[in-house]
């Protein structure tokens, strides 16, 4: 059974940094591509970073880029998304995500994407 687990969520000042864990159990880590999604209080959710496999490409959001950094260690089976100068419009909760293809973990339907983390809630207050 795949399980996604996001760690690291919490409160933070504007201006603050957060690093967000996400670590797969159950399935071939270093086969999926991975990202880090968002949802904003009474939004959509929303990519935010993207990575391949091999960690060789990456993905941002244009609102994310240059604060943003997300990397992965594929001998410990985790992703993680490294958040700095941190806005209060980045006040989300945070899901991590896991699929073959990075095609789709990138693309816009995201009712194709094989695996979904619970999320971990980051609130950056002004």
């Known amino acids: 059974q795949v399980q996604l687990v996001e760690s690291g969520g919490g409160s ?4 603050g ?16 591509s991975m990202a880090w ?7 959509e959710r929303e990519l935010v970073a993207a990575i391949t496999w091999t960690g060789s490409s990456t993905h ?3 609102s994310v880029k240059g604060r943003f950094t997300i990397s992965r260690d594929n001998a410990r089976n ?3 998304l490294q958040m700095n100068s941190l806005k209060p419009e980045d006040t989300a909760v945070y899901y991590c995500a896991a699929d073959l ?3 789709v973990i990138a693309g816009r339907d995201q009712s194709r994407i094989d695996y979904w983390g ?4 980051v609130t950056v207050s002004s």
Not at 118 to 121: A, D, F, K
Request: glycine share 10%.
């Open 60 to 62: 941002y959001s244009d």
């Open 12 to 15: 933070v000042q504007a201006g």
């Open 78 to 80: 985790t992703v993680y």
């Open 101 to 103: 293809s990075y095609a």
């Open 17 to 32: 940094s957060l690093r967000l864990s996400c670590v797969a159990y159950g399935m071939t880590f270093s086969s999926h």
């Open 37 to 43: 999604f968002r949802q904003p209080p009474g939004k």
């Open 118 to 121: 619970q999320g971990t809630q």
